[in-house]
């Protein structure tokens, strides 16, 4: 089982910055709800607007004049976590593969279990700040999505959560679920084997050892 943990605490943390990064360059974090737009398809992000013409087959992207006019707090408040969260999820993967028994980076064991105590600390750290970026995002996507729909003009496009979202909750869960392995690491490497340990005397004989 800790073979498994180890694994898949490499596995969930680089899937965990994968998506975080992706959700942060595809940048389509809302969606125009079917019916609304016919001729064309748009995507709202983070940085900026993109359509996609069905005829011409032609993205064309308006992105924001300036980071530093004034946005939605949602919008700030979900890049500042995003970004925390990419940051934070670099240097877990890189204290997890430190402190991993498969590398040997490192061959002191007391530093292998600094590096995957602080893996797990810069996991949550990532998990949380995705997590809250991420639901104060969605409340403010709902009620922009009722606002609209609650107008009841034909033809006026209507924005639902668009793929770029679910990448990041798909990190965010990732994240948070690389510390629970790494913590389950920890925690072996704390708790002393259970078996019978085994000593060697000075003529080569080997002597088993139970301590009661």
Not at 16 to 34: E, H, M, P, Y
Not at 65 to 75: D, G
Not at 118 to 136: D, E, H, K, P, Q
Not at 183 to 198: E, G, Q
Request: with cysteine.
């Amino acid at each position: 089982m800790g073979s498994s943990a180890s694994l898949l605490a490499i596995f969930s943390g680089a899937l965990s910055f994968v998506c975080t990064v992706g959700a942060l360059c595809t940048d389509c974090w809302q969606i125009n709800s079917k019916g609304s737009v016919v001729l064309s398809m748009r995507c709202r992000g983070l940085w900026g607007e993109c359509v996609w013409d069905k005829f011409v087959k032609i993205w064309t992207c308006d992105v924001f004049s300036s980071y530093l006019n004034p946005h939605p707090v949602a919008i700030i408040l979900t890049r500042a976590s995003l970004i925390t969260s990419s940051v934070a999820g670099i240097g877990a993967f890189l204290c997890l593969l430190s402190g991993c028994r498969y590398f040997s980076c490192l061959q002191d064991k007391t530093a292998k279990h600094r590096c995957l105590c602080l893996s797990v600390g810069f996991y949550l750290l990532a998990g949380f700040a995705s997590c809250v970026g991420v639901i104060r995002y969605c409340v403010y996507v709902f009620s922009q999505h009722q606002y609209e729909v609650s107008l009841s003009i034909p033809g006026f496009p209507s924005f639902e959560y668009g793929y770029s979202l679910w990448m990041a909750v798909a990190g965010n869960l990732a994240a948070l679920a690389a510390a629970f392995m790494a913590y389950y690491d920890v925690w072996r490497m704390k708790t002393p084997s259970a078996n019978p340990a085994k000593e060697y005397a000075g003529n080569g004989i080997g002597m088993v050892r139970t301590y009661v």
